[in-house]
């Protein structure tokens, strides 16, 4: 199964054009996570006041993927440097 993904063309142009564009622009992955946990924050504020379930959901999914992100990007950076 390894083997075919490994193979696979269309995976490995869209892995060469995703690092490029992460290379040229190496603090923007940082900046989503950031952007994101940012938005989680809010997300908790409105929470507080008005307790949902949905916004809980919410919160929990924007502010864990926001780290990851932020978290991923961090450690790009270097070996995407110039």
């Known amino acids: ?6 193979r ?4 490995s142009r ?4 995703l690092t490029a ?4 622009q190496r603090g923007l992955l940082p900046m989503i ?9 809010v997300i908790q504020l409105v929470n507080v006041s008005n307790p949902s379930q949905v916004l809980d959901l ?3 999914i924007t502010h864990h993927l926001g ?9 790009l950076i ?4 110039r």
Do not use: H, Q
């Open 14 to 17: 869209l892995f060469e054009r």
């Open 8 to 11: 696979s063309m269309a995976l």
């Open 78 to 81: 270097e070996p995407l440097g």
């Open 33 to 41: 996570g950031v952007i994101l946990v940012a938005v989680s924050f």
């Open 67 to 75: 780290l990851l992100i932020a978290l991923i990007g961090l450690l």
């Open 21 to 24: 564009r992460l290379a040229k």
């Open 58 to 60: 919410l919160w929990t």
């Open 1 to 6: 199964m390894f083997d075919r993904i490994n």
